[in-house]
């Protein structure tokens, strides 16, 4: 009995089931559309089609509006029109009328109206449209007009910028008693729902106006690239973009390249890869392009960077190995870390751990560092290089590169090339820390860097030898900021036996613009070239000293600033000076470090020298430029006509091998290349523009009047922009895809420069092999290639000295 009433159930459970599929199924078969279920109709006696489509028998009938309004059927099969016929209205007032059309079918019921409406006797405007909203993609949206006055129509301002009419004449006046139908073209949306409204109003005097209000709906459109940003080497035959477009219909995208070298394969791209064919740069210099990635309503763009060919030729010297391509002086053959180990930076924290700057310039090898990452790394502590052999590659570092902050740099070892680095410490620490410092070094050399915001000097590499700090810009010393002498801010301490400094940007700086200063060790053996420098906004004493120094001064731009006396010292080439008793003795009359230089005055080649604003000094340097800035009196009145014929060389001392330009063409040349230039931040493109311009953007906060010397500020905030977070600005390079970075080997040479190049990415070995130039490793010849278009440029309209 129990087994008998189970089964029934399930009979009843699965008969349930099969009956309500049934109607589902019918109901799902079973269908009733109308072409029109709003009619608007003229005044005038006529007729009008309505299409109906229908899935079985159908019915129809006129529930309102009988007495003038008919229809052509009653009953219908399948799909048919349906005619609407009117009656004049032409006396009569405006009139409503209403049509059912019903599919029945089994227990299922479809019932569908056509709201009608027809103008009277009295001036009107019917409007026909659809009420849906509209998809954000845009098209078109048609409008039916019936009227029986003259009218006009208009398109709100708001809107006017995504609706437009498709004929040029669509906004135009039309005559009364006509149907006309208006297109509009509807803008695709790539934001928030928004409303838009279309007015038709009547011409003349009678005043009568319809508005049509549609809405056009939020954008599903979806548009991702996870990379926008490509860095590649001169061959590069096919760059795959990964691509995101949703999941909405009709996911599609356009492609805009701008340039002949780059074109779309659209066989290949698909909807999550763009590929684009590159052709190869066989130039020396790098190209650039934005492609532009459309999708619906929205568009993205892909900034790519292709290098050109290698060419160790440029900068380079036939008869000497340099240290790389465009090094010149007296530091020009620096080795570095040629040969040696090669140290990725992967972070921009500051510890002891493997990965960051302070760990690979702690190691002892033979090194070169190169870096994975962009931006600033702010130190915990002073970062002192100890052991030498080392290059520090900054021109690696993706997009504008690193800037290294909060606490010095001091270079305490020989043989180092450092290159497109920023140091930019500011006054956190508590100390007097120099921007980049470094006494009684030997064979370094210093290309392309960008140094600000020191308490005491801003740029002092000096007192060694072979030494060559060149392309560099030193500025924004701050003056008023907690060192132990007060009011400092200087530029900066140059000299050393065989030394160099050419081709740099001093500006906004107290004093010391820059500071001819020996040091006891080298002080007997002074020789320094300084040529083609760029001094801006000098306060205090400008340049001064050279005491006992051998120096040639030649061809270097003087721009007095705002902040620059205006006294002689506005003029000054150089103040010389000589070591006096007083120097040279301690207190209680002890000779001291100082003594064998005292009363001995030094030798300078001053040729070349522009001082803007003043035509007398730059045609004749020494008179006013250099003897009309000795004080005698702070000499122990030691100068006399004897030193001063003696002090005057009329032939140039050594240097070193330095291609040099006219001031003039220095002063160009320096403004646009110098500093770590490769990728320039906020801060040089500032100075540079202050410095081609004249002029001071900023001035300090703590100093007293500090209004009078435009340019010289306290403190990194004094320059902190409206809205920033910090003084230091954020580099950008970390969106750079990482195909660019891949290094397998991690030779410092990434996957695609080995591919390009014919090198093996899976062997570190090919780093340090001479396969693509006899003289330079492939290290070397990478490094170079990401720069040599800046060397080119630097060099121009020089001859070598």
Known sequence: MKSFIFILLLSCVFGACSSSDEADEALIANSLELSKESVKLSNIQGSYTVSVTATGEWSASVTSGGDWLS???????????????????????????????VQESGNTTIEKEIAVEQLGGDPDILLDYSKEKLSFRGGEFSVTVVANVDWEVSIDEECASWIRPVEEDALG?????????????????????????????????????????????????????????????????????????????????????????????REASTSSQIVLQIEDNETDFPRNAK??????????????????????????????????????????????????????????????QEGTLRYAINQRDTRTIV?????????????????????????????????????????????????????????????????????????VIVDHCSISWSVDECLSVYGGENLTVQWCI??????????????????????????????????????????????????????????????????????????????????NYYKPGPATPNNYVRYRIAGIGVRTYDYCHEEDGTPNAWFPMMHKWGTFYVDGNVVEGNAEVTADN????????????RCDDTFNDQVKAEMHLTTPLATGRVTTHSAQQAFDLVVDYAGCSKGRDLIDDRIAMETRNGTATYIGSVTPNAGDSPGLIDLPDDVKPAGAVSAWPELS?????????????????????????????????????????????????????LVQHIVHAQIQGGTVE
């Not at 991690?746 to 693509?772: C, M, Q, R, V």
């Open 71 to 101: 229809i052509s059927r009653s009953t219908g099969n399948g799909s048919a029109d349906l005619r609407l016929f009117f009656t004049d209205n032409t006396q009569g007032e405006k009139r409503e009328g209403m049509i059912k059309v």
């Open 173 to 265: 006046r039309t005559r009364a008693f006509t149907s006309n139908e208006r297109i509009f073209s509807i803008s695709p949306n790539n934001g928030l729902e928004r409303v838009g409204k279309i007015v038709f109003k009547t011409t003349g005097d009678y005043v009568l106006d319809r508005t049509v209000e549609l809405t056009q709906e939020v954008s599903q459109a979806f548009l991702e690239l996870t990379t926008k940003e490509f860095v590649l080497p001169y061959r590069y035959q096919m760059l795959s973009i990964p691509v995101d477009l949703g999941e909405f219909d009709g996911a599609e995208y356009t492609i805009e390249t701008g340039e002949s070298w780059i074109t779309w394969d």
């Open 291 to 352: 492609v532009t990635v459309k999708n619906v309503t929205l568009e993205e763009t892909v900034d790519i960077l292709q290098y050109g060919k290698a060419n160790m030729t440029i900068g380079d010297d036939a008869a000497t190995l340099l240290a790389f391509p465009g090094a010149e002086g007296f530091g020009r053959v620096t080795t570095g870390g040629r040969g040696g180990k090669v140290y990725h930076v992967t972070t921009l924290e500051d510890g002891e």
């Open 371 to 443: 870096f994975d990452v962009a931006g600033t790394i702010f130190l915990k502590s002073d970062l002192r290089i100890r052991y030498g052999n080392l290059t520090i590659a900054g021109q690696t570092a993706p997009g504008q590169g690193i800037c290294i902050a909060s606490y010095p740099v001091v270079l305490a070892a020989d043989n180092i090339i450092l290159r497109y680095l920023r140091f930019r410490v500011g006054n956190e620490s508590g100390g007097e820390p120099d921007g980049l410092g470094g006494m009684e070094n030997t064979n």
């Open 474 to 555: 030193a500025s924004e010393s701050l003056r008023t900021a907690g060192h132990g002498k007060g009011t400092h801010g200087y530029g900066g301490n140059w000299g050393g036996t065989n030394v160099s400094y050419h081709h740099n940007l001093l500006a906004h700086h107290g004093s010391r613009v820059p500071r001819l200063g020996p040091r006891p060790k080298t002080q007997e053996n002074e020789y320094m070239d300084m040529r083609n420098n760029v001094f801006y906004n000098w306060g205090g004493n400008g340049c001064y000293g050279g005491e006992g120094m051998n120096v040639n001064i030649v061809n």
């Open 622 to 633: 020494w008179t006013q430029g250099i003897y009309g800035q000795i004080d005698n009196s």
């Open 733 to 785: 390079g970390n969106g750079i895809s990482s195909a660019n970075l891949k290094d397998t080997d991690g030779d410092g040479i990434p996957d695609i420069w080995e591919d390009a190049y014919g090198l093996d990415k899976e062997n570190s070995a090919d780093a340090s092999g001479f396969t693509l130039n006899s003289r330079y490793s492939n290290l070397e010849v990478y490094l170079h290639n």
